[in-house]
Each structure stands twice: as C-alpha cells, then as structure tokens.
C-alpha cells in the first residue's frame, strides 16, 4: 500500500451528504489508499455557528470549526468539498476557497445552474478545479461519462429521469392508481419527499440538473431562467392511466434536444413508449439515456439521491482532482460555462413535440368536429383520438372524457388551440396537454 | 478552437472498427478539436502485406504502410491505436510499440484477458498508457466508470451482458419461442452473428470481457484460464419458457461475485427475474450492472459492438491519453494485472447459487420421491417444484418434464445430484441445470 500523494480536505456541512463522505473518507482510509495510491486526509470539518451536527455524528471536535477563512489559511487543505447546499453561502464560500487556492467539489446543484459561469471563472483565474459529479443523477457518474466517456460523441439529445422523489410518485400513480396526493403522502411516509416538496414536484430540481448536465453535452452556456419547466404537482391519475392503455408511461422528463445549433431544453411530465428503457426506470432510481452521434443511445442507471450514492460521487471527484484529472477536464475541454457561448434556446412556443389532449366534454353531437376543426386551424394532425369513460373517481363529475394524439406540433399552436377549444360551451373543464416524446425510439 | 496539443495517431488494422476509427478521427477533426483541444493527426495506418482494405475505404495513400516498425521511428507518433485482433501480431505489435516509446490504445479482449500482465508490465517499463474501453461492451463507457467514477467503491458484485450476439439469439427464443437453431439463423441473417458464431456463442467472449472488468473491479490478476464458461448453444427453448413462467427471463451474463476475499467468476446462461434491470436488456444491447459498496446498485446500457459505437470508446481512450488521465490512472491506481495480487477464485464445484433443475421422467409413482431423496442427499434444499406438459415440438418425445429451482446450493454438490439422479431408470434425457442469480435484487 504505497501512498503517493497526500490531499488535504476540507468539508464544509455535515448533513446526511457531509456526513456520508466524511463517514466514507474515514472508515475506508486503507481501502482508498490502497486503491488509488491517494492517502486521503480530513482536516477539517466547517460548519455553521452554533450547529452541533458534527459533534453528534461523532467527529473529532478537534476537526470542527466554525472559521472557514482559518481553515483556508491552512497550506495543506488541497480540496475543500462544499456541500451545504443553498446559493448564498455556499457561493461565497465557493469563491473564497477558489481565492485562497484551493480546489474545490460541490454537488450544489442550484448554484451551478444559476452561478455556474462566475464560479468556473473564478475557478479558471485560480488555476484550481471545481468538479460536481454529486450535482447530477447522485451516485450515477453521468458528469464523468459526459466529460470522458462519450468525449468523442456529438451530443444528440440527452432525456433524464433526475428526480427521484417525483419517480417514486409517479411509479405510485402507475403501480397503484392512487392520485397524486395520496402517492406523495406515501413518499413523505417512506422518507423519499422532504415535508415541504416543492422544489422537488415543480421540476425546478430537475430544471437545476438539466442546466448542467446539458452545459457539458453540448458544450453551449445555458441560460436557466429559459427552460421551461412544469411539475408532476397537478398531474391527474386518470391521465397517467389513460396513457397507459395506449402504451406510454408517463415520467417526469429532463429533456434536451439538439436541432443542428438550437437546443429544445425542458422539463415535463412526458409520455414514453413502454419499451423505452427508461420507462422501466422505477421508484427512487434515475436515469439518463444519452445518445451520440458514434455511440448512438446509452443509458446510465442508479441511486439519484441518498448520503452514501452521493458521496460515491463527491469522492470520485475527490479522487479524481486528486489524480490530476479534474485538471486535465477543466483545463482542456471547452464545455464550461465560463467560456462557451450561449446555447441558442428555443423559446417554448417553438418546441416542437407530439402532445396528449385531453379534454372534457358535454356529451352531444357535433363537438368532436369542432375541436378537430379547430387543431387544424392551428397545423396541429391528429394521430389518434378516443372517447373515454370517466374513471371511478370521477363518476360525480359531468361530461366524458376525450384523448388525443398529435403528431410533431409547435407547443405554441398546442397552446393556443387549447385555450380556443376551452372556449367552447360545450367543453366543462380545462383541457390537459401531456409531451409525448418518442424521437429517438430504437426498434430491432 | 485553440488547439493546446497536438497528437500523432498510427492506427494498425482498417477493418470495421479501424475504419470507423479513421473516420472519426479525419471527419470530425474541428469538432474533437473545438471539445477537447486537442489535435488529432493521423500519421500512418498500418495493415498486413497484401491488404488493400485502407485503399478502398478511400484512406489518402501515403498514410497506408505495411512497416510498423518505420511508423514507430516517427517521434510524431504519440499513440499506437492497434485495431487488428487476435492474440499473436497484436501481441507483438502492442509490444513494439510500448517498447518504441508509444502509448497503447487497444480493443483487444481476447489479448488483454489472456496476456494481460505482461502488456501491462511492458507498458509500465516504458511509462506509457495502455488504454482498452472498447474491449469491453462496446461504446459503454464501463472501464473509465471503473477507474474513476467508481474509484471509492469497493466492488460487491458486477453482472454483465456483454456479447450482443448471444443477446440478441436469447431475446428471439423468449419472444418468438423460436429454437437456437432458428434464432441463431436469424441473428446470421441480420448480420448480428459471425458465420463461425462459436466465440461468441460459447461464452468464451464473455469471458474474455468478464477477466478484463473484474481484474479492475476488484484490483486482483484474474488467471482467464479458471472462469467456468458456459455458452447458450445447449439451450432448448422449452427452458426458456418454463423459467419465463416462473417470472424468469434468461441471459447469458458473465458474473463476478465478490465474498470478503474471493470471487466467484462465471459465465453462464442464467435465469434472472424478470423485474431486475438487466431482464430488460433486447436485441444487440449490452449492459453492465456493478453493485457498489457506497453507490448500490447502478446499470450502464449500450451498443455492445459494431463499428462506430466501438469507435466512440477508442476515441475516448485517445482523448483520455492525450489529456493525461490515461496515464494518472494507469500510475496510480492499483488496478493493473502486473501489479496486482492474483484473486482467490472459487473453483467451479464451490460456487453457490440457486439453480433451475430440467428433467424428463418417465410418468410413474414415487420417481419424484426418489429424486427429492437424492437432493437432500447432497444438502440440495428445493423452493419449488412443478411438472409441466411436454411442449408442442417434443410431443414425438416420452415422458414429462419436471422443473425444480433450488435455494442455495453448491454447484458441486447440484452436478454430482444431477449425475445420480441421471441414473435412476425413470430418467429419460440428461438433466438441464441452469443458474438462476437474485442475489443483489432490489425491492422498493
């Protein structure tokens, strides 16, 4: 067991990620060591004032402090590892660990979405590496694969399940049938949604791995605030199973499409054929389905969330700074946010997609012509159309239930035809618009 | 597009995967230069005496030699990439090149499970990369997954389908009920199988792919010679079916089970259920699940062969050396078969598994008794017990099959039941025995 570098880390935050890393740090010192030739060395562990987090979890108090500045002095700490999450401190504590020399290992998913371009330069102006394997898909090494793996690919489309609370709910819905609200009560029970979920069923967690995860496939700066995104909050389970009977599964998609140098980037509950891989992707499990101009279609699969899968990844990163790898990526590659040009975004009414309507009608003659009527106003083709009966749940409401397919359509038509189909007497409630997205199926 | 580098490339062998190299390599130059920075200058392609596979693939003739060793007197020569298979030229020319000063990118399996440690060993002494993400599973990128995004795992179990051949033959037989013979008629047919499939079919690829990723797995020297293989040219249909109805889908899977210091090695036909991820693998797709001790359970899903996935991974290999990381790697990482410890591999009589347990018996009282008895003899514990009807295409044939899935059980212990079992006159045909592996299987 031959050491042949030592590197000095510094945590900040010893929350269930914080404490999984430093767990793993050191119980599994030897092994590590062992393994990459790295000798693996905590020195401090920085956590907010008055917290007593890191005492409790057992860590030597003489590790502990309150002072980052103090612990930035120190020559020996090599990587400080952030993982207190948030975009005010954590950024701050980011730039100043950068400033003092230091690289560093986040897996602050916001702050890179929304910062990610200043804190690349302050790394970049440092000469320091900033890496975030633990930003995206957890446990999965998605950022590595993209950096390394596929380096040689053009990025066609990149689809992710990246949320694996929302993936519980929704295999809930499907599995069981039980609405939205009772399958997020579920996950609360079974420790799989925080108490306040927002962030998590609106999509925003997703939008943050999207921004991410598409910077580095197509080397292009995304502009988050453009992505549109749409939670799995008001899904109807009467939908989830309508889609069903027509073979989709319905999942919550971070979607990005390139179209020669435009990109077609959102986040949607979104119908996909049943035998897409990752349609099977079930529970709190992610996934990301990758396709490239040489490999074609990959897929990449594991733990989204979790201390021990995240910190897998902050210690890849770990080890990998430490190699000189994260270096070599952040110094050579040009797919950082600070020096590539800005992505060319395209506005939401002009993504294009195959959609799902579904509407509510009085049950009387004539109606049916009309709606049609009024998608081909808007260029939108009808794949395929049925009338439903209501579902159990429903018996109490008026009207029957109507489905239709599109084929390719402009969201912004989709839109505008609904709210005019809306307007219509005979339509009784707010029509549903589901993504069915099947671009890239593989058939053998 | 700054190019911080510049890499001189001699690419022995212009078959499938080295025209598909080639083409890469000239027809996206901008773009592999824009990502990576990186210049990559084809030098010299080198085939046998005789060949004019380079000249029809329209390769400008002055780079075409037949004298390797000329190429690698070019100090413009960075990376020798050798693409030509086999275990003897390559061996020889993988060698020369190391010697010459080169690093080594290689998709060469069968070389690299056979002769591992010592192309290790040479590329050491001459403190170069040797580099082979395209040995294994194609355009996955499952080596760099295990060098590095990994790297803080200790390994538990890695399951792979790694031969799209045999994959796509199984996924005939489970969906059309088809036999081998006509599966693998098919599969000829589609260009998915060799004329002589026997490689392939035998399980001795797998093999070859199993050494290669468990000796990074696990860090030890896997001697290839001990991996117990078994091919799916004995399958018969009727098994197929009858696991499929206990809620089984069969695979060949290469496995690789780590218990504290020693691994179970095998290739095997093998039953899993039919919700595991890798059940749902079709056609010509390759997969690799790796159950980690910090990340759990993950899958890496992909085109396993052809030409231009295989390319993916060779450029990844390339890049990867041009930046360095192929190097820290192979330097640091204690993962090499000429450094590391030999594994302790279970012999093939102390593997334990569950088992699927085929017999044809003659329909008469207390045979089955007798069977149970000899089991139990051999410490063969039965979880479930069922006699089928013989299916349509064994009506000509006598007697009734009779399927039995064991708990666990050492494999020693099942042939040596299976052999007395054999010999009882009631038994009609030899016994089918077939692995059935659930060992890391997920429930949520």
Request: charged share 20%.
């Amino acid at each position: 067991m031959e050491v042949k570098k030592s590197l000095g880390l510094a945590v900040i935050g010893c929350g269930t990620v914080g404490g999984a890393v430093i767990s793993q740090v050191l119980n599994q010192k030897a092994y590590l060591t062992e393994r990459t030739g790295l000798n693996l060395q905590l020195l401090a562990v920085v956590q907010r004032s008055g917290s007593t987090t890191a005492a409790r979890k057992g860590i030597d108090p003489k590790l502990i402090t309150e002072n980052l500045d103090e612990v930035l002095q120190n020559p020996a700490v090599d990587i400080v590892v952030e993982l207190i999450g948030g975009t005010t401190t954590a950024r701050d504590s980011i730039l100043k660990s950068l400033a003092a020399g230091k690289h560093v290992v986040t897996a602050n998913k916001a702050l890179l979405a929304q910062h990610g371009a200043e804190l690349f330069a302050a790394a970049r102006k440092a000469g320091k590496a900033l890496s975030f394997e633990a930003s995206c898909a957890g446990g999965i090494p998605i950022v590595q694969t993209l950096l390394s793996g596929l380096a040689a690919n053009r990025i066609e489309a990149l689809y992710g399940i990246v949320n694996g609370t929302c993936n519980y709910i929704l295999t809930e819905m499907i599995r069981k049938g039980t609405s939205y609200a009772e399958a997020l009560a579920e996950a609360q029970a079974a420790g799989l949604a925080e108490a306040d979920p927002t962030l998590d069923v609106s999509g925003g967690d997703s939008a943050h791995k999207l921004a991410i995860l598409s910077a580095l496939a197509f080397g292009k700066k995304i502009k988050f605030d453009d992505i549109p995104v749409q939670g799995i909050n008001n899904l109807e389970v009467m939908d989830v199973n309508f889609g069903r009977e027509l073979g989709f599964v319905i999942k919550l998609l971070a979607v990005a499409q390139r179209k020669e140098n435009t990109l077609s980037l959102r986040v949607r509950p979104a119908f996909i054929w049943e035998d897409h891989p990752l349609a099977w992707i079930s529970g709190p499990f992610n996934a990301v389905s990758v396709y490239g101009s040489a490999v074609g279609h990959t897929m990449y699969y594991g733990r989204g969330a979790g201390g021990s899968p995240t910190a897998s990844a902050v210690l890849a990163d770990i080890i990998a700074t430490g190699l000189g790898c994260s270096q070599a990526w952040f110094d050579n590659l040009s797919l950082w946010p600070d020096v590539t040009e800005p992505a060319v975004q395209l506005p939401v009414e002009e993504i294009e997609s195959r959609y799902y309507l579904r509407l509510m009608l009085e049950d009387k003659p004539g109606i049916l012509g009309r709606v049609a009527e009024i998608l081909g106003e808007y260029n939108i083709s009808i794949s395929s159309a049925l009338q439903k009966e209501l579902p159990p749940d429903r018996v109490d409401k008026e009207g029957v239930p109507f489905v239709i397919t599109t084929h390719l359509a402009r969201e912004g038509n989709v839109t505008q035809a609904m709210k005019k189909i809306e307007s219509l007497p005979a339509v009784l409630e707010p029509g549903v618009i589901i993504n069915i997205i099947d671009e890239h199926a593989e058939a053998f």
